[in-house]
Structure formats: structure tokens, C-alpha cells
């Protein structure tokens, strides 16, 4: 099995620059595509915070040394070199397939590896859109991406064995991650769990049955989990949970994947958690 050396992550927002960041901490030569002079900039200064960060907390020796590992541009065929490129950009189909169309025309080695971080695009939507589609799974990886260790590995029912294994082996060996493995499903293992345990937090706390806080500290005391369900949601966003219910309904069409009405309304008043400022807690 060859190694993955060079690396290339298409979007730097969120996910892609801390994607971004792991392997270049891991030693690879990596370049992240970004869609415009002024994205480029964005990325590389979300990039150098959080070296800065993780070199000021003594997780990393020196954020420039790992900032020479990686270059931001704004070229897509500057990853024609690439091992592996994965793709986080925004979650939308026509962009994510396009996008494929394209890698599969300038990445030039055909052994290289076209992985998608997708939270909910069937991945063999993208490898339809590519000359190989035994070279395409998803590789999710969670936010943030520094942090958390789990990497789910979704290949599609074209994907090869051999490709799953060598980015098995990239994620475990080369990126300190564990990977789970999981079929092309909307919401893989984790969404498919977390967002309808969500949904039901909001169901008793829309009918009256219990206050926020006390659902909350209901599982925090009573059931171990680090933060409470309405929290959770706060955290990642109402935004994000609600598309994330609908692709989840989408696919299953199972009542417990339906987003209640207030998840909706709290959407439409812009009442997306933490980002904003208020969701089911008020902050700062
Ligand atoms: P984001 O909006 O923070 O970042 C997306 C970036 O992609 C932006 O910087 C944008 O400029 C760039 N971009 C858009 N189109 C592009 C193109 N054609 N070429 C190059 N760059 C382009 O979004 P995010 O939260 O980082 O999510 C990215 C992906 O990761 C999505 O597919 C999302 O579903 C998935 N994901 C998100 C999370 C999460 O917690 N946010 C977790 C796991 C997976």
C-alpha cells in the first residue's frame, strides 16, 4: 500500500482548515483550494490562529513550522500532484459534484484518492460524477477537527476495498484518528443517532414536559454526557441540525427524523444558537 504523502483540501472554512491543520501537524505537504484571493486570506489566518493557539497551549513545538507545511490558493489544478484531496466545501450537491468532475480531470494519478468530509450528500453522487468511482468515499471527519478523534469511512457500494484500507490507514496511522466504518446512509453512524436524540429534546421541551435546563441537566447528571442535548444543538447550530433532520427525513421518511415546528421557527428568526448569540440559552 503506498503512502499518502501529498495532500490537498478543496475549502478552507471551518472543517477544511482543520483538516488542513492535522496533516500538516502529521507532516504532509499539503495545499488547500480556496474559491477567491479574499477566501484565501480567511483561511490562512483561520489556519495561523489556531497553530498559534495549539502552540501557545504546548500541543505543537512551533505554528510556523507547521504553517510551512502547507500552501493556500485559489488554483485547483495546483492539486493535480495529489495523493489524496478532500473535499469541505459548502453542502451543496451541484458545487460537491462539480467540484469531483473537475478533480477527476486534474488530480492525475490513478491511484489517488477523492474523499469527500459531506455530512449528508450520498457519496455515490459524487463518484458517479468522476471516471473513478472505485477511488471516491467519504472521509468525515468532526468539528473540531484538532480535537475530536472519530473519522467516519464511508465508501459507496462502487468504492474498492483497496481504497478504503489505504485511507484507513492515512486516518489511523498517519492522523492519529480512529475510523469507524459506515454505510452510504444519510447521517452515517453518528448523525443518524445524535440528531433524532436532538429532535426529541426539542419535542419535550416544545410540549411543555420540562424546562431547558432541566432536560439538560437531566442527561448531563442522570446520564453522563458532557453537555445536554439542547446545548448540543446550541452548539452546532439550529441551522445545521435542521438540514441535517430534513436529509435524514429525506432518506427515511421516519417520523423521528422530522424537524418539530419550533426548530423551524426558531431557523426563521435567525435564533441559531451560540452564532447568533441566542438559541435555547441566551449567551455572551
Ligand atoms: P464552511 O462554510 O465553514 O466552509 C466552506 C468553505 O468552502 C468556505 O470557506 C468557502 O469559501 C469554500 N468554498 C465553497 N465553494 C468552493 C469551491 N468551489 N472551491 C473552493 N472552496 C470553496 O463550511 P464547513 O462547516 O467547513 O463545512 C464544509 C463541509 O464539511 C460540508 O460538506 C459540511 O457538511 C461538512 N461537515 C461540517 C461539519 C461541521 O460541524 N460544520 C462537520 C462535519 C462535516
Redesign the pocket.
Known amino acids: 500500500m503506498t503512502s499518502i504523502e501529498r495532500v490537498g483540501v ?7 482548515s482543520g483538516i488542513a491543520e492535522v496533516n500538516a501537524r502529521a507532516g504532509k505537504d499539503v495545499i488547500v ?3 477567491s484571493p479574499a ?1 484565501v486570506e ?2 490562512r489566518q483561520r489556519l495561523e490562529s489556531s497553530l498559534k493557539r495549539a502552540e501557545s497551549r504546548g500541543k505543537i513545538e512551533s505554528a510556523d513550522a507547521v504553517l510551512a507545511q502547507v500552501r493556500v490558493v485559489d488554483d485547483l489544478t495546483a492539486l493535480a500532484d495529489r495523493d489524496i484531496v478532500i473535499e ?4 451543496d450537491e451541484q ?1 460537491k459534484t462539480d ?1 469531483f468532475r473537475r478533480l477527476d480531470e486534474i488530480v492525475t494519478s490513478p491511484d489517488a484518492i477523492l474523499a469527500s ?4 450528500i450520498p457519496i455515490m453522487k459524487l463518484a458517479v460524477a468522476t471516471k473513478r468511482p472505485t477511488h471516491v468515499l467519504g472521509v ?4 473540531p477537527v484538532p480535537v475530536l478523534k472519530l473519522v467516519e469511512l464511508v465508501p459507496s457500494l462502487m468504492t474498492d476495498e483497496a481504497t478504503t484500507e489505504r485511507a484507513r490507514a492515512f486516518v489511523q496511522d498517519d492522523l492519529g484518528k480512529t475510523a469507524i466504518d459506515c454505510q452510504d446512509r444519510a447521517g452515517f453512524v453518528v448523525n443518524a443517532l445524535l440528531i433524532p436524540f436532538i429532535l426529541s429534546a426539542i419535542r419535550m421541551f416544545e410540549s411543555g414536559f420540562a424546562s431547558a435546563e432541566d432536560i439538560d441537566h437531566g442527561l448531563v447528571l442522570g446520564a453522563a454526557h458532557p453537555q445536554g442535548p439542547l446545548a448540543l444543538a446550541d452548539l ?1 447550530g439550529l441551522d ?1 441540525v435542521k438540514a441535517v433532520a430534513e436529509s435524514l427525513y429525506e432518506e427515511f421518511k421516519e417520523p423521528l427524523y422530522a424537524a418539530p415546528p419550533l426548530l423551524a421557527r426558531m431557523v426563521e428568526a435567525g435564533l441559531l444558537g451560540r452564532k447568533t448569540g441566542r438559541g435555547f440559552y441566551t449567551y455572551g
Do not use: D, K, P, Q
Not at 10 to 16: A, E, K, Q, R
Not at 88 to 91: F, G, S
Open positions: 478543496v475549502g478552507g472554512g471551518l472543517m477544511g483550494v480556496e474559491s477566501a480567511a483561511a469541505a466545501i459548502v453542502e458545487a467540484l468530509n459531506t455530512s449528508s468525515h471527519f468532526f468539528n452546532i445545521t
